[in-house]
């Protein structure tokens, strides 16, 4: 045998004895990395050195720590029938999500029917509308995330309404999706619209529509509830039977004729809508504790950025460093209205009431994110006083102040 082939055989044992063959081959896979030392500390680290210092900024409030008045749960009010409440996110449309809240609230009363319905197909068609106006006015209409509770009315009268699992504008896994971003493009593509003078509303609508449906998806035509198959406006006017013309809004400002119905003053109001009934403030809060009182939900709108809100009591009073409860007129509300200190920025929804101790409160349904931070999430409780120089105006049905209707003129 020559020394080669001696050598490859010594070789071949050798490998052979050490390396033995496995009677399973080893498997592989493929998996997520996970972050390392280099991630989690050396790069974290200096992101952290290299950010912005920035001091994290005070912010005035009363201290209710020690008030031993204040409701302490949702359980202590006589509440009616709501959805439990869900997170707003960034979708900037509160007013939605608080009069959808209230429909819900007020189909179960009128048929004892819980449904739960879809705010996005709001959100579509609002925006929809608001482009078109857009180009209807040449741009000199207000395109934005917010609007009012009566936008529901025009809306559900125009397209009807679905359920909110037929149309829930999340893609598949998503669970607070990026809104902003969607409102972002439209605004963007509505001001080159102005800015190139293109005001095709065809082709305006159809590029409105397809950035909607991009983010949303596309609404439905039609959804099936048990066996039957209803269009959006059979499910409203067929299987709800639910009227939007039953519902009205009430406004107190002292700039406004009272007893009359007026335009809401506000940027919101986009389309001028003149149909709020204007009354004295002692009017405006002896209806809302009457329709509380006798089993009614309704919508508030008004300012939530005041230092008598507390989160982590859940409660919203004005301070005594503000103003004293006995001041509180329609003088009061008004100043606060005219040098922009009271603003319409939000919308809730009334689901209960409590006198405690001499002192009325409303449990108040939230979807802004302000109602998750405390110890009942999605709730706050508003005392009269708030509700008395910060809510600005409320919907209901007609029946709740029909007392109160007769008082203005046809």
Not at 350 to 364: R, S
């Amino acid at each position: 045998m020559s020394k080669i082939y001696f050598s490859l055989t010594v070789l071949i044992l050798f490998t052979v004895y050490i390396y033995p063959q496995t009677k399973q081959p080893n498997k592989s896979k493929f998996q997520i990395k996970k972050e390392g030392f280099f991630e989690t500390h050396i790069l974290k680290s200096i992101e952290e050195f290299e950010k912005p210092k920035v001091a994290k900024k005070k912010i005035f409030r009363v201290d209710l720590k020690d008030n031993p008045d204040l409701p302490k749960s949702p359980s202590e009010f006589h509440s009616y029938w709501h959805n439990p409440p869900e997170p707003l996110g960034n979708h900037g449309i509160c007013w939605d999500f608080a009069a959808t809240s209230l429909f819900e609230s007020e189909i179960y009363r009128l048929t004892k029917k819980k449904v739960k319905l879809s705010e996005m197909w709001v959100a579509y068609w609002e925006y929809v509308t608001k482009a078109s106006a857009f180009v209807d006015s040449r741009g000199k209409t207000r395109f934005s995330r917010g609007s009012e509770f009566n936008a529901l009315k025009r809306i559900y009268k125009k397209y009807g309404i679905v359920p909110q699992k037929d149309y829930t504008g999340l893609k598949p896994g998503q669970e607070f999706p990026n809104r902003a971003r969607m409102f972002k493009e439209m605004k963007e593509y509505l001001n080159s619209v102005k800015r190139d003078n293109a005001w095709s509303k065809k082709i305006v609508i159809t590029t409105i529509k397809s950035i909607l449906e991009r983010y949303l998806g596309k609404p439905p035509k039609s959804v099936m509830v048990g066996n039957k198959v209803y269009t959006p406006k059979e499910y409203l006017n067929d299987y709800l039977k639910f009227n939007v013309d039953n519902y009205v809004s009430i406004l107190s400002l002292e700039e406004k004729p009272f007893y009359e119905k007026v335009e809401y003053p506000v940027p919101d109001n986009w389309w001028h809508s003149k149909e709020y009934y204007n009354v004295p403030i002692k009017d405006f809060m002896n209806a809302i504790k009457k329709a509380a009182k006798n089993g009614y939900t309704m919508a508030f709108e008004g300012d939530v950025s005041e230092p008598g809100i507390i989160r982590e009591l859940d409660v919203c009073v004005v301070p005594s460093f503000d103003i004293p409860s006995s001041y509180i007129d329609d003088n009061a509300r008004e100043l606060r209205f005219n040098n922009h200190t009271t603003t319409d920025d939000h919308g809730i929804h009334m689901v209960g009431y409590l006198n405690k101790n001499g002192q009325d409160w409303y449990l108040i349904k939230d979807a802004g994110d302000p109602a998750f931070d405390g110890r009942f999430k999605g709730y706050f409780f508003f005392s009269s006083d708030y509700v008395k120089l910060k809510m600005l105006a409320v919907m209901v049905h007609k029946d709740a102040v029909k007392d109160l209707l007769k008082k203005f003129a046809e």
